[in-house]
Nanobody, 114 residues
Framework: QVQVVESGGGLVQPGGSLRLSCTGS??????MAWYRQAPGRQRELVAQ???????QYADSVKGRFSISEDTIKNTAYLQMNSLKPEDTATYYCNGRDTDGRSYWGQGTQVTVSS
């Protein structure tokens, strides 16, 4: 069974930090991306990384978020700093494996509030 699992969400005050983890299993992943979706809004791409290669970010998180990867562990991390209330959303991981298929995680909630 191929799956990806997110973890690391929680409640944090504005200006705080969180680190999300996304781990794939059952296959070999080479691209992982983080998306987020707030109530009443469309799911949007936050950041993505090609394992061992390039990474890119949405303009809204540049300079605050950093995505990294561990190829051996099939894991991608999203370090989120200087969090704002506007970052509040459910964060989803999407991983693409070497068979050309993509898989969604169940989501992890990030709430930024004082």
């Amino acid at each position: 069974q191929v799956q990806v699992v997110e973890s690391g969400g929680g409640l944090v005050q504005p200006g705080g930090s969180l680190r999300l983890s996304c781990t794939g299993s059952g296959s070999v992943f080479y691209v992982m991306a983080w998306y987020r979706q707030a109530p009443g809004r469309q799911r949007e791409l936050v950041a993505q990384v090609w394992f061992g290669g390039n990474r890119q970010y949405a303009d809204s998180v540049k300079g605050r978020f950093s995505i990294s990867e561990d190829t051996i562990k099939n894991t991608a991390y999203l370090q989120m700093n200087s969090l704002k209330p506007e970052d509040t959303a459910t964060y989803y991981c999407n991983g693409r494996d070497t068979d050309g298929r993509s898989y969604w995680g169940q989501g992890t909630q990030v709430t930024v509030s004082s």
